[in-house]
């Protein structure tokens, strides 16, 4: 499925249309694991009389609040609270109005999406799209079947957990010679066999001063 999906709704009739051009049914493409899909939602409605050039008009719903959410647990919803567990493998209520619509992004790289895979290559689920206008009340316009996909090539990326083995930034720092030291620093150096060291620093006066020591 493309990381970008322009879904119209009929708010009359409760259903996913192809276009804003076109009334045929849309059957939503299969959602794949990792993926981060970018959603553009647009209610519509038919217009009467009937127009081959533009069947529909745009419904405005400025100021909605939008949730879309993909069913946990067996794919299909129950009516009992909180059934199927998780209730949901996918969600998102964070929506920004866009013209004659909304704007947000469903993240399919969760743990939850892993979970009800599992073993399997896909799974059957419902999708639904709940709108509730500033001055009402919830309404599920859209809850249709759609596929979930496993991922061939995970998204997950790791970061290596720190080990010894890898110097800190205070390490590093600590390790070089500036080339421009603070006041007061000094530099102390090894001999090859390392049993000498000497401390080299530059007094108040401008004598550079160098100060030998057995190790």
Known sequence: MAGELSLFIDVEQKKLVTSFYNTAEFVLPPFMQGETVALQIFPVKRVSPASISAPHSYVSLSGATVKVGICGGTGTPTGTQSDPTPTVIAFQDSFSAITNGFSGTLDLNTSDVASFLGSEASKASTFEIEITPSAGTPKKYIQVPCT????????????????????????????????????????????????????????????????????
């Open 148 to 215: 979930i996909k496993a991922a061939v090539i995970e998204s997950t990326s790791t970061v290596p957990t720190p080990l010894p083995l890898y110097y800190t930034k205070n390490e590093v720092d600590a390790g070089f010679v500036k080339k421009i030291g603070g006041n007061g620093d000094s530099i102390e150096l090894r001999s090859e066999n390392g049993t000498w060291g000497v401390i080299i620093r530059l007094t108040n006066d401008g004598v550079l001063e160098m100060n030998p020591f057995q190790l």
